[in-house]
């Protein structure tokens, strides 16, 4: 199959203009997208794949392996190359832009009032109504991919190793390629080597983050020091948030002694509530060491790698279905990823429905979306109301 042209020949016969169809989808979601990259990739799978009916759930997929097989954030990451399908290399950059800017202006605003009052605004009762939504989306999305993905009783197995392993604290990059290795090896065994010289391209794609760990910088603050700092970061990060913590703390908190551990903890938490890409933590952490010039480089910083990187990988996608060696091992990194969306969804459950009130919310979506083909955003605003309005009874 070839990623870009089949989903290419779909987008043609669509009556409305392809770049504002990107624009509008992607503002949208930068919007609603609460609930972290599990969350997000539902959302989008929802919106590209079932309603817009941009691309298959199997071309979705692709694009979801090829997004967690570089650094960066996944589901921005799945944003770029949904609308570089959608409408091009203008797409490309509109659709990560618009993705990313409704929580980098959230989060400033945030951060204002954190520097202004010290301490962050009380609006975690909203949450309690949107989380148990979200996990409702999530399974209905991984239930849908996961029949599309899970061909056959090889994949089954490894998507459920994925998930197992995942729990078990094994890293999740290992995790991914664990599973495209595996799924190579048991389809493609006498013949696995042929592919191994091609292979070798995608691992370039990280050569990048190689040299980016060469970057330094003295104890004091400058807007060029900050900038490359969330560069390297955006280069060689994969992985959920807590791994991004554990780079952030690295070099803002013991390296460069600009930031103290809660106000690095504070600037995470802003990341989780806020919508959009938990990455935006780095708008939050920008803002508190630079002002406004600050959290735009910081911003700029952390997300301009993952366009770059998508811009190098999706001419290589058609290429990677259309060999049998190649398409294994992407069927394989397809099923290990909704492994590990299934395991976050697991431990996001614990978290999100813990009384009866949030269990009540996440049955009543999931019915919702088993009956209707409703506009998830409603769902989102229906969370939201929820949580006020137990906050109000309360």
Known sequence: MNVAGDAADETTDKSSPPLRDVATLFLKLGVISFGGPAAHIALMREE???RRKWVSDEQFLDLLGASNLIPGPTATELAIYLGYVRSGWRGLVLGGALFVLPAML??????WAYVRYGSLPQALWILGGIKPVMIAIIVMALWGLCKSAAK??????IGLAALALYLFRFSPILVLFGGGVMA????????WWRAAGKALVLVGLGAPSVAAQAVGSPAGYGLGILFLNFVKIGCVVYGSGYVLLSFL???????????TDQ???????????TPGPVFTTATFIGYLVGGTPGAVAATVGIFLPSFVFVAIAYPFLGWLRRSAATGALLDGVNVAALGLMAAVSWELGRTAIIDWFSAALAVVTLAVLLR???NSAWLVAGGALAGVGRHLLN
């Open 249 to 259: 703390r690295t070099d803002f908190v013991d390296r460069l002694h600009w930031l």
């Open 152 to 157: 056959d009783v090889l994949l089954g197995t």
């Open 263 to 273: 106000q690095l903890i504070d600037a995470v938490a802003v990341g989780q509530f």
């Open 48 to 50: 590209a794949v079932r």
């Open 106 to 111: 959230m989060t400033l605003g945030v951060a």
């Open 372 to 374: 209707y083909k409703i």
């Open 184 to 191: 190579l090896l048991a389809r493609q065994a006498p013949r």
